[in-house]
């Protein structure tokens, strides 16, 4: 099940990438498909909140956060092979005066799926 799957690689200290399209209507040639490597920095103990130490541009909500898992080749080499969307980006921590943390939160994606299933029942 992806959802189970999303929930086990949504752990502090995992690699990620978050592939977002910040400002991407301003101009797409240069921001359409970003990508930014970082790392799931946190996350509360029921799964329901990421804090993600990674650079996450004004525009990037809603964008994609992918989890890389080290698979070893044989040779020592380490490489990066990418897994599905676990979770998607969400708006900025604001401080006090207002201004954007440098960290960024995060949904799992599991978490999303319950609050809609809550918000809208069958």
Do not use: W
Not at 24 to 43: D, M, Q, R, W, Y
Not at 104 to 117: D, F, K, N, Y
């Amino acid at each position: 099940d992806m959802f189970q799957e999303a929930a086990f690689d949504c752990v502090a200290g995992r690699a990620a990438r978050l592939c977002a399209s910040p400002f991407g209507v301003l101009k797409p040639s240069l921001f359409l498909n970003a990508e930014t490597h970082g790392a799931i920095a946190g996350a509360t103990p029921d799964g329901s909140l990421l804090l993600l130490d990674m650079r996450c541009l004004p525009g990037s909500e809603g964008g994609a956060v992918v989890p890389e898992v080290g698979d070893d080749d044989g040779a020592g080499n380490e490489a990066r092979r990418r897994r599905p969307p676990t979770a998607l980006v969400l708006p900025p921590l604001r401080g006090y005066a207002g201004a954007r943390l440098a960290l960024g939160t995060g949904v799992p994606l599991p978490a999303a799926a319950h609050a809609l299933r809550m918000a809208f029942p069958a």
